[in-house]
C-alpha cells in the first residue's frame, strides 16, 4: 500500500497570503495524483489532477506541482472560501487498484 | 450534469450487513466509466472501499475486501454497496463517486451518508 503523508496538519494563514500545502508519497506515483477541497458537511471537491491540471471550474490561485513522491497544492492569494480541509491522492496503484488518501491539511484563518 | 445520491439505512446493527445504493443521474452507468464507494469515520480522513466497472468488473481495498460486495444495476442506473458483520469502527459517512478511468481521479460525489453501527 503506498501511504501519502500530508504536511502540516493545520496551516494558519492570513486571507490574501499564500498558503503552501506539501503531500509525500511512500513510493513513486509518477503524476497520478489529485487533491481534494473539503469544507464542514460537504463531499470533497476535486481541485487538482494529473498532479498539476486544473479541474473543471477551479480558479487559477490554485496550482499544483511535483512528480514521483514530492508534491505541492498552493494557493496564491487566500479568499475566504478556501478554507476547508485538503487532501491529496494517489491512483497509480495499479493492478490492483488501490487508491490512498493522505491524512489531510486544516487550512485555518490566521 | 452527472449526479451522484447515497440512500440506504442510517443505522445499523453490530454483525449485520450495511447496505447503501448510489443513484446516478445525468449520465448512463452502461455507458462507462468507473463508479466507487469511499467512506469517512466522523472527524477522520478518506478511505476508498471498493470500484466497479459498468461491465461488472470490481476491484477492493485489500483491508476490506472480505467484507465488501459492489454491484452494479444499469436497468436502475444505480450501483450498490454491502458491507457485512459491521462494527462500531464502520461508522461513517459514506459517499458514492465516478472515476473516468481506473488510474483517475474521483470527478463527481454524492454528498454522502453517515451510517451509525450500533445496538
Known amino acids: 500500500e503506498i501511504v501519502m503523508t500530508q504536511s502540516p496538519a493545520t496551516l494558519s494563514v492570513s486571507p490574501g497570503e499564500r498558503a503552501t500545502l506539501s503531500c509525500r508519497a511512500s513510493q513513486s506515483v509518477s503524476s497520478n495524483l489529485a487533491w481534494y477541497q473539503q469544507k464542514p458537511g460537504q463531499a470533497p471537491r476535486l481541485l487538482i489532477y494529473g498532479a498539476s491540471t486544473r479541474a473543471t471550474g477551479i480558479p487559477a490561485r490554485f496550482s499544483g506541482s511535483g512528480s514521483g513522491t514530492e508534491f505541492t497544492l498552493t494557493i496564491s492569494s487566500l479568499q475566504s472560501e478556501d478554507f476547508a480541509v485538503y487532501y491529496c491522492q494517489q491512483y497509480n496503484n495499479w493492478p490492483p487498484s488501490m487508491y490512498t488518501f493522505g491524512q489531510g491539511t486544516k487550512l485555518e484563518i490566521k | 450534469q452527472v449526479q451522484l445520491q447515497e440512500s440506504g439505512p442510517g443505522l445499523v446493527k453490530p454483525s449485520e450487513t450495511l447496505s447503501l445504493t448510489c443513484a446516478v443521474s445525468?449520465?448512463?452507468?452502461?455507458?462507462?466509466?468507473?463508479w466507487g464507494w469511499i467512506r469517512q469515520p466522523p472527524g477522520k480522513g478518506l478511505e476508498w472501499i471498493g470500484s466497479?466497472?459498468?461491465?461488472?468488473?470490481?476491484y477492493y481495498n485489500p483491508s476490506l475486501k472480505s467484507r465488501v460486495t459492489i454491484s452494479v444495476d444499469t436497468s436502475k442506473n444505480q450501483f450498490s454497496l454491502k458491507l457485512s458483520s459491521v462494527t462500531a469502527a464502520d461508522t461513517a459517512v459514506y459517499y458514492c463517486?465516478?472515476?473516468?478511468?481506473?488510474?483517475?481521479?474521483?470527478?463527481?460525489w454524492g454528498q454522502g451518508t453517515l451510517v451509525t453501527v450500533s445496538s
Open positions: 463517486a465516478r472515476l473516468n478511468t481506473v488510474t483517475s481521479p474521483f470527478d463527481y
Open positions: 466497479i466497472y459498468h461491465s461488472g468488473s470490481t
Open positions: 445525468g449520465y448512463s452507468i452502461s455507458s462507462g466509466y468507473y
